[in-house]
């Protein structure tokens, strides 16, 4: 009897002392899951976009200004005049900063890759020698150089001049090391060389140090059932099922022209790797912009990114961008294998065109051909490159025809 209380005893004990270890282990794991979600929470929370961080980085901004290290021809509005003033933080991830601010009257956005104006490259130039003593032709080539490392293009004197046309003044200097870090940021380099030649990027209006500004416009938003909240780009008048759906239509077309323009207009074709309604807007008249550029690449660098070692063909996709891997090479093609088109008929337009539009004086029979087109342009084109570009040139022809014959639908039950 003594035998079998003590053996009961003892596997108490041990059950205690398991109990014990157990609840040891489990405190451990606790502790150590909290510290980690500590660390990652702190991490997130030190790249939020908060008001207080945005208006620090702006007075470091004009703190530099004030030293002279960095100028711009905003920079007086923000930091003096006070015309140029803050509204809201918008976007900030390792580093990049998008903060909407409003400028005499006008909602503008300022943008930057990074937030402290020394954190980019210093031209050694600037050490070397006075700048003033510079002949313009040296400066030239040096942002020609600067432009072709970033974009992979070679572009004559003529075609940089909206990158560099400042006179010289007594700050020349900080004028030289302004424009060093705006030609850093690749998406201002894109913006300022095609403003002029196309009516789908945004427009810079100027800049302060390494801070640029653009119009501000309505962006897309993939839960919005629209993708573009119409009400805040063209006004109540768009509330109607009807006239939302003209707005989509028009919308569509738009994104069509700027496709055929990116596909034909410049010396390189221009791809998207990123297309998303978040990284597009629209103007007041229903124009698409492209707003986030920074995955967007000009025929030469994007053929750089592409011709990369492979075992397989994902290994050759780079965000929406891809190619085809030569098993036998174990190297990706460098010309890509699909098209800014087909990404926007997957990524935007079967949101718009998969169910049929409903309540509008659209034929049913149209609304399935539009159905059927997109379906078969987001579809992954041949294996032959030249088929794809014929199936591509196919597609976009028979989705301008389809929207056009809705636009007249539309005009026709408006008479």
């Known amino acids: 009897m003594r035998g079998v209380f ?6 108490l004990k041990t059950w205690r002392r398991c109990t014990l270890l157990l609840f ?9 899951g909290s510290t980690f979600l500590f660390l990652v929470h702190r991490s997130v929370f030190s790249e939020r976009c908060t008001d207080e961080k945005s208006h620090r980085i702006l007075a ?15 920079c007086e509005d923000l930091c003096v005049a006070q015309k140029l003033v803050y509204k809201q933080c918008l976007y900030y991830d390792r580093g990049k900063k998008v903060i909407q601010a409003d400028w005499r009257g006008q909602p503008v956005i300022l943008k930057s890759k990074k937030e402290i104006f020394s954190s980019y490259q210093r031209l050694r130039l600037l ?28 572009l004559s004197n003529t075609t940089m001049t909206p990158l560099w046309t400042k006179k ?23 913006f300022s060389l095609l403003q002029d030649f196309s009516k789908h990027v945004l427009q810079v209006i100027g800049s302060c140090g390494h801070f640029y500004a653009v119009e501000y416009l309505t962006a897309g938003h993939a839960w919005h059932k629209t993708i573009f909240p119409l009400e805040d780009a063209v006004g109540s008048s768009f509330t109607g099922t009807k006239s939302k759906v003209k707005a989509i239509t028009d919308i569509a077309l738009s994104f069509l022209d700027m496709v055929n323009h990116f596909d034909n207009d410049f010396s390189h074709r221009l791809h998207l790797c990123d297309i998303k309604p978040e990284n597009f807007a629209i103007r007041n008249d229903l124009t698409v912009v492209a707003i986030d550029v920074d995955m967007a690449f000009f025929e030469p660098k994007m053929r750089d990114i592409l011709e ?11 965000f929406d961008c891809f190619s085809k891997c030569d098993l036998r090479l174990r ?17 935007i337009f079967r949101h718009w065109f998969s ?17 059927k087109a997109v379906h078969e342009c987001a579809k992954p084109g041949p294996k032959d490159l030249t088929q794809h570009q014929q199936t591509s040139l196919r597609s976009l022809s028979e989705l301008y025809h389809l929207l056009q014959a809705i636009q007249r639908q539309l005009q026709k039950a408006d008479g």
């Open 6 to 11: 003590g053996f009961k005893r003892l596997r």
């Open 331 to 347: 190297k990706c093609g460098a010309e890509r294998a699909n098209n800014n088109l087909q990404v926007i008929c997957d990524k």
């Open 308 to 318: 990369q070692n492979c075992t397989e063909d994902e290994d050759c996709n780079f």
């Open 24 to 32: 040891l282990c489990w405190a451990a794991c606790w502790l150590l």
């Open 168 to 190: 010289r003044s007594l700050h020349w200097k900080a004028q030289v090391a302004s424009m060093w870090s705006l030609l850093q940021q690749e998406e201002y380099i894109y």
């Open 355 to 371: 169910p049929n539009l409903r309540g509008a004086t659209i034929s049913f029979p149209l609304q399935l051909q539009l159905q």
């Open 127 to 154: 050490d070397e020698m006075e700048t003033q003593d510079v002949p313009e032709t040296e400066l030239l080539l040096m942002v020609a150089l600067e432009v072709k490392n970033v974009l992979g293009l070679e």
């Open 60 to 74: 470091r901004l004009c703190l530099d200004y004030s030293k002279g290290a960095l100028t711009g021809d905003l």
